[in-house]
C-alpha cells in the first residue's frame, strides 16, 4: 500500500494540530466547560495546522489568494471536518465521564473521524495541483 507523501504530512501535521487541541482545552476547560473550551482548542488546533500545512504538506502548491484569504478559506474548509470531529467529541463527552484524560481521548477519536474530510477539502480545493498563477 502507497501513502502519497501529502497524506503522511498532513497526518503528521493533524499530530501536531491533536497536542496544541488537548493542550488548549486542559488549560481552558475548568473555565469554559467541556464544549466551550473545545471550540476554542479546535480553533487553536486549525490555525497551527494551517500554518504547518502551508509551510510543509502543500508548501509546492500555493493557495492562489492572499495570506488572509487563504487563512478564512482553509478555516472554512476545516469546519467540515470539524463538525465531524465535534460531533464525535460531544457524543462521547455527553455520555461518558469528561475528566480530563477522557476530553483528550474524545478529542483524539474526533479528530481521526474528521482528518479525512479535511485532507479532501484542502488537497482538492485549496491546495488543488495544476492550478495556473494568475498575479
Do not use: C, K
Not at 491533536?18 to 493542550?23: E, I
Not at 502548491?61 to 474548509?77: F, K, S, T
Amino acid at each position: 500500500m502507497h501513502i502519497s507523501r501529502s497524506v503522511l504530512l498532513f497526518g503528521v501535521v493533524g499530530i501536531a494540530g491533536l497536542l496544541v487541541d488537548v493542550a488548549v482545552l486542559a488549560l481552558l476547560h475548568p473555565w469554559l466547560g467541556a464544549y466551550g473550551a473545545r471550540l476554542v482548542s479546535f480553533m487553536a488546533a486549525a490555525s497551527t495546522t494551517w500554518w504547518l500545512n502551508r509551510q510543509l504538506t502543500f508548501a509546492g502548491r500555493p493557495a492562489q489568494v492572499g495570506l488572509w484569504a487563504e487563512y478564512v478559506r482553509y478555516i472554512g474548509l476545516m469546519l467540515g471536518g470539524g463538525s465531524v470531529n465535534y460531533a464525535v467529541y460531544s457524543l462521547l463527552a455527553w455520555y461518558f465521564p469528561q475528566t480530563t484524560l477522557h476530553l483528550f481521548a474524545y478529542v483524539a477519536a474526533g479528530s481521526l473521524a474528521g482528518m479525512t474530510v479535511n485532507y479532501l477539502g484542502a488537497s482538492r480545493w485549496l491546495y488543488r495541483q495544476g492550478r495556473s498563477r494568475h498575479p
